[in-house]
């Protein structure tokens, strides 16, 4: 299936990291708690990310150390608790190298995205960008090159998207993109999506969820590359 479209136009395919390009959400939830207590000294941090006003990292930290604190996070203890979680994910990688990997077909996929005349490839993550580098490249993804916007970037996961698009609009010199179309697993990837005008694809293990929040475009991996571009050419034909 070639998505291209002779130049004519183009579109930015725009991914999550956590659940959608590596298969992360198994260990990020306990690999955060331990790292909140050791910056903070504080145990039991809610890992529930959908408890959060903003699911990203800066803001989880900043609303968690209100609650523990009773008071407004200050910048080098946010900043602690990133530092924190970098060691806490490069002392696992070390003693379960096989925890980190990609979703299936994450990287071929990505390959064959950016072969493509018309398609442009960005990255959005509710993940500290130390964070989001460390896991892209212990999955063994190679993302060199392509534009990344991180926890920094925004408070919201719709500040984090659209810092992304405007950070691939400069690398593709171009004036806007025609369609932007996002790879996510969580619900606030999908309301995101929906808030900016975005096309959605659920990707990953947590599908039940979106699909009960009325997503339409639902796969596990990257897998079965043909069935994602007729998908994706679907998409840019409306």
Known sequence: MNLSHGGERVILVMFDIDGTLT????????????????ATGY???????????????????????????????????VQAVELAMLKRLQALQRREPKQFCEVAGASAFLSYLRELDGVAVSIATGCWLSEARFKLEASGLDVSGLPLAASEDGDSRIEIMAASQKKALHVCKQPVFEQVIYFGDGIWDMKAAAAL??????????????????????????????VLAATLATMMSR
């Open 23 to 38: 298969e992360s959400y198994a260990y990020d939830q306990q690999a955060y708690a331990d790292a909140f207590l050791d």
């Open 43 to 77: 145990p039991g941090v809610s890992t529930d990310w959908h408890s959060y006003r903003h699911v990203t990292s800066h803001c989880i930290t900043r609303e968690a150390i209100c609650h523990h604190r009773g008071r407004e996070a200050q910048p080098d203890e």
């Open 197 to 226: 005008g975005y096309e959605f694809v659920g990707i990953g293990q947590r599908l039940d969820r979106l699909s009960e929040a009325g997503a339409l475009h639902l796969y596990r991996d990257y897998c079965d590359r043909d």
